[in-house]
């Protein structure tokens, strides 16, 4: 079973920059991409960004391409998203996941494990 737990979210004002953490148990992180997504009040959830198994690969989608950046720690069974000069619309509740491939993908159904989800909130 694999548990994974976000931290890092918080308040900020537009332009700021804020450094959410995905701490994972179990064997398989170091052998799955992981992904992140967001989910805003009234609307689906979305995909946000990805990185593969060894953290060479990364993938983003078009609204946080240039501004957000995820990276992986193998030795510490940790995911991170670098959220820089955000904006109001990237308020959301953002999710790590474990997906069941080597490679990144951006359907959540490619994902098996889910975190709780962290706040993120934009002040104009």
């Known amino acids: 079973q694999v548990q994974l737990v976000e931290s890092g979210g918080g308040l900020v004002q537009a332009g700021g920059s804020l450094r959410l953490s995905c701490a994972a148990s179990?064997?398989?992180?170091?052998?799955?991409?992981m992904g992140w997504f967001r989910q805003a009040p009234g609307k689906e959830r979305e995909f946000v960004g990805a990185?593969?198994?060894?953290?060479?690969?990364?993938l983003y989608a078009d609204s946080v391409k240039g501004r957000f950046t995820t990276s992986r720690d193998n030795a510490k069974n940790t995911v991170y998203l670098q959220m820089n000069s955000l904006k109001p619309e990237d308020t959301a509740v953002y999710y790590c996941?474990?997906?069941?491939?080597?490679?990144?993908?951006?359907?959540?159904?490619?994902?098996?494990?889910w975190g709780q989800g962290t706040q993120v909130t934009v002040s104009s």
């Open positions: 990185v593969d198994w060894v953290g060479a690969v990364t």
């Open positions: 996941a474990l997906a069941r491939t080597r490679g990144v993908v951006t359907k959540g159904y490619n994902y098996d494990y």
């Open positions: 179990g064997r398989t992180f170091s052998s799955s991409a």
